[in-house]
């Protein structure tokens, strides 16, 4: 299967509504230092196309009826293969052929070379920014495009009226938890909602922040593995000090009138549903062909 669905596991954090998740890549070559993916995907970093995608989309897609696409959730839509490949692209082309509702997940400005196909379908765009700063940026997300490149990629897609929301995620005490600079600069071009969360540690992406921040991470240790908790296979920050960061999220956002939701916190403080996938309802979608039974998900 390629379309399959978001949360498999159920998660009881998983505040997202009922979508399916599309993955044109397996494995990603941003190279962030939190990814948590590469924690039970083989080779996470040597990405590579997901073998018989066309094909296969092609087939499945005959089963939709108006779900929401998340792409993509375990990897980037639009990392440095998709500059040849073009898969993102042509999944797209099919796709709107199926009155879908498109969510791009991505931190790449290549997501601007499709604007002339998402302007035509139900879609919006979630670009993670993680830091205005660039020098923290590049050592946090190696290969990923600079800050300031992928806000003028959200004011774009802005400009060209396709919805977007920003993932400031993962906050990390002592490196990235001051963000009303950030915050401020999205309002400015009309971003409408963010999601935010806490880094949540694996032993593979711990030992990566490690090497890269070694002075934070000697600060972090105890709050991790010794006044934390553990929640399904993840170490959290302890819970009063999650509430806390995410409380001062909210506020931020707010002063700026800009939606919040966090993700996985288990905090019922959302603005809106965590995803951003509320702002698909600003597209006029009741015009289009065939949408009745919008969310029935056919499995044969």
Request: aromatic share 10%; glycine share 2%.
């Amino acid at each position: 299967m390629i379309l399959n669905k978001f949360d498999p596991w159920n998660s009881k954090l998983c505040t997202c509504p009922f979508k399916l998740s599309l993955n044109p890549y397996t494995g990603c070559s941003h190279n962030c230092v939190y990814c948590y993916a590469s924690s039970y995907i083989k080779n996470f970093f040597n990405p590579r196309p997901k073998r018989n995608l066309i094909e296969k989309l092609k087939r499945e897609a005959k089963k939709l009826n108006g779900q929401i696409i998340s792409i993509s959730n375990s990897s980037d839509p639009y990392q440095h293969l998709e500059e040849k490949l073009k898969l993102t692209r042509k999944c797209l082309e099919i796709l709107k052929n199926y009155n879908c509702k498109i969510q791009i997940i991505t931190k790449s400005n290549l997501v601007l070379r499709d604007i002339d196909i998402l302007k035509e379908m139900n879609a919006m765009v979630s670009i993670t920014i993680t830091t205005i700063n660039n020098e923290i940026a590049k050592k946090l997300e190696p290969n990923a495009p600079k800050p300031n490149e992928r806000i003028d990629a959200v004011k774009e897609l802005i400009e060209n009226k396709i919805p977007v929301s920003v993932r400031i995620d993962p906050i990390i005490p002592f490196l990235n938890d001051e963000q009303e600079d950030l915050i401020k600069e999205l309002a400015k071009i009309g971003v409408k909602h963010i999601t935010s969360s806490t880094y949540k540690v694996r032993e593979d992406n711990w030992k990566r922040f490690e090497q890269a921040f070694p002075e934070i991470a000697e600060k972090l240790k105890e709050l991790y593995f010794e006044k934390g908790e553990k929640i399904s296979n993840y170490y959290y920050l302890p819970k009063d000090l999650r509430l806390k960061i995410m409380l001062k999220m909210k506020k931020l956002t707010n002063k700026y009138n800009i939606s919040f939701a966090c993700c996985r916190e288990g905090f019922k403080i959302n603005d809106n549903t965590c995803d951003g996938s509320w702002l698909l309802n600003s597209f006029n979608f009741f015009q289009s062909k065939n949408v009745k039974n919008l969310f029935q998900y056919i499995n044969t």
